[in-house]
């Protein structure tokens, strides 16, 4: 008898403008499942929404068309976050790759050059902030927190 998998959906994130008018969506949608009343398990890499990863529990309500917006962070899942915009396209495959084998997961944005990158709560963060740091000095990408938690 198999195990009944846990319905996914989507929660709205609204994004307020920077002054650059940054970022270019005003809404993201991050996949969850359902763990309590309104209580949703965020189970994707943000790409814009700052203060959120990967495993946190957020609360949301459910609008007049049936979709879920977020209300508020319930439980922190510990991961930090970090968007990197990398300024050669064609240099985000393998950067990806050697993230992934050192234990960081991330999610690509429609923007090409855009990565997002995610640093589990039980893995160092001093790894990850070496390499971004020195690839930001050679010229290579520029770095944002969007959801720092690690101790630095």
Known sequence: M????????????????????????????LWAEQVGPREFKIDNIPIYVRGIGSGDVVAAYSDE?????????????????????????????????????????????????????????????HPFLDLIVKQAKDNYLEYQEAALRHRI
């Open 65 to 125: 068309e049936g979709e879920l917006h977020f209300r508020e962070l319930l439980r922190s899942s510990g991961n930090s976050v970090f968007r990197l915009y990398v300024f050669d396209e064609k240099e985000i495959p393998a950067l990806r790759r050697m993230l992934r084998d050192q234990g960081y997961e991330s999610e690509q944005s429609y923007i090409p050059n855009l990565v997002a990158v995610e640093i589990p709560a039980n893995k160092p963060i």
């Open 2 to 29: 198999s195990a009944t998998k846990p319905k996914r959906m989507k929660v709205y994130f609204e994004l307020p403008e920077e002054e650059d008018g940054y970022p270019p969506d005003r809404v993201e949608s």
